[in-house]
């Protein structure tokens, strides 16, 4: 294919994902390129939010979207390019609370009936296995293995004798990214969360004391979005393909040779001219709703980031708080991470967090903010997987000069969004081979 760096490349979503495939293009030599994005701000679900003003001790901010920063080799480009601090602010350590019981544990300290010598074997055999899933040349669900990896999770770790990991892992897994789903969630979904955890070293994955950009998650966008042509508060009304691809919202018609869409496809079908295939494909996706409540409390220790227990054999109600942390130490701010469904309210959300903040000896609550509320999890069916659906998602990239990349393709992440949006680039935009193996020396990729 020969490269044209004078198309003209239209981006639809202007987060993560859309501004690494834009920083990448720009790598290449491609000039013409339009990030459009109907919010206001950018950075998608990397969202930091300033709740008082930035001391020695503090940062002053609190998570309204993802909550930490895991290790990817674009981050690490990123960051030194952007001139993001390498000094990061370490989150405390998970640690379990047990609603029936009100003790809490670290997560590999968990009580269970396995002994000491199978929690080991199990810990080893799990973290090896993991390796298999954690190459940054694989970006996505591209990986044929995933395809016969179709059951729910809580068969793929009983199939593979690793109950406990599953007692260990799962509530921090739920509270990240299932919710209540865990009985319906294909297995792929679940083991590339965790596999996340073999890029850290040891102690993190033991104690799960993650990062955070000491300036704020969203920091290093905004400066790379900064260096970039967006068009900012513009919400397609309509996408027409034919020898150009036309874009357009109330106010702006755009023409591009090319579009990149990095947003929900659930919204493509819904504007675009969308073949059969694109639309029996993502009229299957699944989301689930996440609601993040950051409040003033009084009473609790300092510190502290519980996962509250929650698996299908110990459920909790869909729109309990799964998880909880203090946003600065000794800052009394803590940030609350239920999930809700079609008959949550905010009025019972709220409440919950109530009845949690009691549960462990705190007094009085004050909401910050009102909650946020994503869209989260875009997801296949396992039986879905188990018939190609990714197989056949992937034979779209290209079609009508389309592409999509996003955390339906990736997995929710922010690492894995970057890092199928730069192979997506590679694939598509570059005469060199499609693989973040070629983008980066080997040491680096090796580099922990």
Not at 29 to 53: E, F, V
Not at 299 to 312: E, K
Not at 420 to 426: E, G, H, K
């Amino acid at each position: 294919m020969e490269i044209q760096h004078s198309d003209r490349i239209g981006i639809v979503g202007a987060a993560c994902a859309g501004l690494t495939a834009a920083e990448e293009l720009r790598d290449l030599g491609y000039q013409n390129i339009t990030l459009i994005d109907a919010k206001n701000r950018i950075g998608g679900k990397t969202y930091s939010i300033q709740y008082a003003d930035r001391s020695s001790q503090t940062r002053g901010i609190y998570e309204g979207g993802t909550v930490w920063v895991l290790p990817s080799p674009l981050y690490k480009k990123y960051k030194k390019r952007y001139g993001i601090s390498t000094t990061q602010h370490i989150m405390p350590p998970v640690q379990i609370f047990d609603l029936a019981t009100g003790k809490i544990s670290s997560p590999f300290l968990v009580q269970s009936q396995y002994s000491l010598l199978s929690k080991v074997r199990q810990v080893t055999k799990f973290f090896r296995e993991l390796s298999k899933y954690t190459r940054y040349d694989n970006p996505g669900y591209i990986n044929p293995a995933y395809r016969i990896m179709n059951e729910p999770s809580p068969q793929w770790f009983a199939q593979n004798d690793l109950g406990f990991i599953r007692e260990a892992l799962i509530p921090i897994a739920n509270a990240a990214q299932f919710g209540h789903l865990e009985e319906e969630v294909a297995s792929p979904y679940v083991i590339r969360l965790l596999a996340l955890l073999n890029r850290c070293n040891l102690p993190k994955k033991l104690l799960l004391n993650m990062p955070q950009l000491q300036e704020g998650n969203q920091e290093l966008w905004n400066r790379i979005a900064a260096t970039h042509n967006l068009c900012l508060g513009q919400t397609i009304k309509r996408v027409t393909r034919g020898k150009t691809i036309i874009v357009e919202t109330a106010s702006h018609h755009w023409e591009f040779d090319r579009l990149i869409w990095t947003a929900p496809v659930e919204d493509f079908i819904g504007v675009a001219d969308a073949s059969p295939e694109e639309r029996d494909i993502f009229s299957r996706v699944r989301t689930i709703k996440r609601a993040v409540i950051t409040c003033q409390v009084e009473g609790l220790p300092s510190n502290i980031f519980y996962c509250v227990r929650n698996t299908f054999n110990h459920p909790l109600p869909a729109s309990y708080p799964l998880a909880m942390y203090e946003v600065d130490p000794g800052s009394k701010v803590y940030s609350f991470y239920p999930f809700m469904d079609e008959t949550t309210t905010i009025e019972e959300l709220e409440n919950n967090v109530v009845d949690l903040v009691k549960k462990l000896g705190g007094t009085e609550v004050k909401l910050l903010t009102q909650p946020l509320i994503w869209r989260w999890f875009s997801h296949f069916s396992p039986q879905d997987l188990g018939n190609g659906i990714y197989e056949r998602l992937e034979v779209l990239q290209g079609s009508q000069n389309t592409y999509f990349s996003n955390e339906l393709t990736a997995g929710v992440s922010v690492p894995y969004g970057m890092e199928y949006a730069a192979d997506l680039v590679q694939r598509f935009f570059s005469q060199r081979p499609s693989s973040l193996g070629q983008i980066f020396p080997e040491k680096e990729l090796s580099a922990r």
